[in-house]
């Protein structure tokens, strides 16, 4: 039997931070308003691009598993907000990192983009066809904000975060995963106008997120709920079998009306959205190597992966985490640094903005 082991880790948090006072500069909104409907107190802006992001992430989780970028077989690059649509971003990061041996692919499922990648690179894995996989979840939903729509722009924040997945003998990884879509609901979170669509029709590109809250607020517990109770049935696993639960970062309502309805402790849930926000596709590998840096991982642990988004997709995996919970190695390779403070960022974006409107 063939295992898909987790034997690295990296993420890349920008440092440009936007708290929710600076928001409340930028619209009609309150910290306690956010913070009491989310969780979420603060976000990082990213200064650089997506792939720069991934860059640094997967550098350092092939470092942590001491490998090379050369032993990589298949890159797993998650993201809806890819800098550009072709080429890939995957190769793009495949260049960057010199991993030549490696296949190239973008996985877009939304925010559960990483769910998605985890449990095919595991399974590409167990069948024998690769060896060694790079499974990078990276956002810059930053770029894709309007910073007028309250109701969206006070969710979401940048950030990267990244596994190496490998075969191994050692009873380790992935155990069992479910993914689905639900149908008829495209339209509860969308980016209209950022693609062919609107090429086609010569419209310039004016991008914001199309959002129904309450709606996906719903399907979203339901999506994880039934997920989470699939995989666990499928392990042949109890709940009170389970060590760590690590949702997707969306907002604290969410993850608890989930954990209530599977039955679950929230004393065992990594929760990062406080301090990261919503990083859609990102947010399970950072809030992963949170909890790894906390402590939290221990050798033999059951761990649930659980995330829904836009389509609206929805997902779980269920692994057994290995032997190893520290890093083989480190690298430093890093963000290059910025002065800029995140509302300085969004600022620049919004008088950007501002300028092509009254140009177009
Ligand atoms: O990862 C996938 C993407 N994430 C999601 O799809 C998130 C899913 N949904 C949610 O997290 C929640 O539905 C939200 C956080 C988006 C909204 O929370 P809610 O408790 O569902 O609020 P609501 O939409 O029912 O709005 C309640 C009130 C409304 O005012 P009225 O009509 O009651 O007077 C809104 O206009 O809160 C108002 N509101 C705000 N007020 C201050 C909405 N956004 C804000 C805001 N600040 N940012």
């Given amino acids: 039997m063939i295992y898909a082991d987790i034997t690295g880790w990296g993420r890349c948090l920008p440092p440009a931070v936007l708290t929710n006072a600076d928001i409340e500069t930028l619209m009609d909104t309150s910290n306690e308003w956010i913070v009491s409907r989310t969780g979420i107190q603060e976000r990082r802006i990213s200064h650089v691009t997506n792939a720069e992001l991934a860059r640094v992430a997967s550098a350092r989780a092939l470092a942590a598993a001491g490998i090379s970028a050369e032993q990589v077989d298949m890159i797993a690059f998650a993201t809806s907000t890819p800098d550009e649509c072709i080429p890939n971003t995957a190769s793009m990061l495949?260049?960057?990192?010199?991993?030549?041996?490696?296949?190239?692919?973008?996985?877009?499922?939304?925010?559960?983009?990483?769910?998605?990648?985890?449990?095919?690179?595991?399974?590409?894995?167990?069948?024998?066809?690769?060896?060694?996989?790079?499974?990078?979840?990276?956002?810059?939903?930053?770029?894709?904000?309007?910073?007028?729509?309250?109701?969206?722009?006070?969710?979401?924040?940048?950030?990267?975060?990244?596994?190496?997945?490998?075969?191994?003998?050692?009873?380790?990884?992935?155990?069992?995963?479910?993914?689905?879509?639900?149908?008829?609901?495209?339209?509860?979170?969308?980016?209209?106008?950022?693609?062919l669509d609107a090429i086609a029709q010569f419209r310039p590109l004016d991008v914001s997120i199309v959002f129904s809250g309450q709606e996906i607020f719903k399907k979203a517990v339901k999506g994880m709920g039934d997920a989470c109770e699939a995989v666990v049935a499928e392990a042949g696993l109890g709940l009170d079998d389970l060590d760590l639960i690590i949702p997707h970062q969306a907002n604290a309502r969410i993850v608890e009306?989930?954990?209530?309805?599977?039955?679950?402790?929230?004393?065992?849930?990594?929760?990062t959205l406080d301090k990261y926000a919503n990083t859609s596709t990102s947010s399970i590998p950072i809030a992963l190597i949170e909890a790894l840096e906390q402590g939290r991982v221990k050798p033999g642990m059951n761990i649930l992966f659980t995330a829904f988004g836009a389509g609206l997709t929805w997902g779980a995996s269920l692994l057994k985490w290995g032997e190893r919970v520290t890093p083989l190695g480190e690298t430093d390779i890093s963000l290059p640094p910025t002065d800029k403070t995140g509302l300085d960022l969004i600022n620049a974006a919004i008088a950007r903005r501002q300028a092509y409107e009254q140009t177009n």
């Fill in 94 to 195: 495949q260049n960057a990192l010199g991993a030549s041996n490696a296949a190239a692919v973008d996985i877009n499922a939304a925010c559960t983009g990483f769910v998605y990648s985890f449990n095919m690179m595991s399974d590409m894995i167990r069948a024998g066809s690769i060896k060694t996989a790079l499974v990078v979840g990276s956002e810059r939903l930053s770029s894709l904000m309007n910073w007028s729509l309250r109701e969206s722009a006070i969710l979401f924040g940048d950030g990267a975060g990244a596994i190496v997945l490998q075969a191994s003998d050692n009873e380790a990884g992935f155990v069992a995963g479910k993914l689905g879509c639900v149908p008829d609901t495209r339209e509860l979170l969308a980016v209209p106008d950022f693609g």
């Fill in 257 to 271: 009306a989930v954990v209530r309805r599977i039955g679950g402790d929230m004393d065992k849930v990594v929760l």
